[in-house]
């Protein structure tokens, strides 16, 4: 079946913009997370949801970021008054349970984002 | 201590060798870990997950976990060029999110 889908694939914006980043998990997967990754670096947690439950924001840096997700599928990272800091890709993953041992993450393509 | 630790490599092996990848984990992560390669400009891929200790093959791969000490291993045997490509590890946590290491970069050496 089709994999975890984000768009755009590449965002390049103004610093101060706002720019919204989409993701649509695997069909049936109840969790769905979203994680940062620098160039050369390791992904950093940001935000997790896991069903119909509060959504574990975290890993979230500042109050610019948020996250919903509509319906229990589709998610929408909106990152508001950008920084040249927040170049990075964005990823989203998803996983059929996202509780107990061995629930396996699946990785979607990624969004650049480049703030000028 | 970070929660989980790799060395950032490279680490250059010949082709046909066996490659050994290691991770380290403190005590806040501890559920199951998680082996992810990433090809440059790619999104990380599913290598192989394990959760007991000992040892889990899958084709020329084995992972080994062990609790006691805190660490947990990738093998790579008759490595290939292909094979050339940072590896993250990835320990679950409590809350069931995912703690990765900043990945070990592989290069096979044809």
């Known amino acids: 079946g089709a994999g975890v889908s984000q768009s755009p694939s590449n965002k390049v914006t103004e610093k101060g913009k706002d720019v919204e980043l989409r993701c649509d998990p695997i069909?049936?997967?109840?969790?769905l997370y979203w994680y940062r990754q620098s160039l050369g670096q390791g992904l950093e947690f940001l935000i997790y949801?896991?069903?119909?439950?509060?959504?574990?924001k975290s890993g979230l840096p500042s109050d610019r970021f948020s996250a919903e997700r509509t319906g229990g599928s589709v998610s929408t990272l909106t990152i508001q008054r950008t920084q040249q800091e927040d170049s990075a890709v964005y990823l989203c993953?998803?996983?059929?349970?996202?509780?107990?041992?061995?629930?396996?993450?699946?990785f979607g393509p990624g969004t650049r984002l480049t703030v000028l | 201590q970070k929660e989980v630790e790799q060395n950032s490599g490279p680490l250059s092996v010949p082709e046909g060798a066996i490659a050994s990848l290691n991770c380290t984990y403190s005590?806040?992560?501890?559920?199951?870990f998680f082996w992810y390669r990433q090809y440059s400009g790619k999104s990380p891929e599913l290598i192989m997950s394990i959760y007991s200790n000992g040892d889990k093959e899958d084709g020329r791969f084995t992972a080994q976990l062990n609790k006691a000490s805190q660490y947990v291993s990738l093998l790579i045997r008759d490595s290939q060029p292909s094979d050339s490509a940072t590896y993250l590890c990835?320990?679950?946590?409590?809350?069931?999110?995912?703690?990765f290491g900043s990945g070990t970069r592989l290069l096979v050496r044809p």
């Open positions: 949801f896991q069903g119909n439950s509060a959504p574990d």
């Open positions: 069909s049936g997967h109840t969790a």
């Open positions: 993953a998803s996983s059929f349970g996202g509780t107990g041992a061995g629930d396996t993450q699946y």
């Open positions: 990835a320990a679950m946590d409590s809350s069931y999110k995912l703690i």
């Open positions: 005590d806040r992560v501890s559920q199951s």
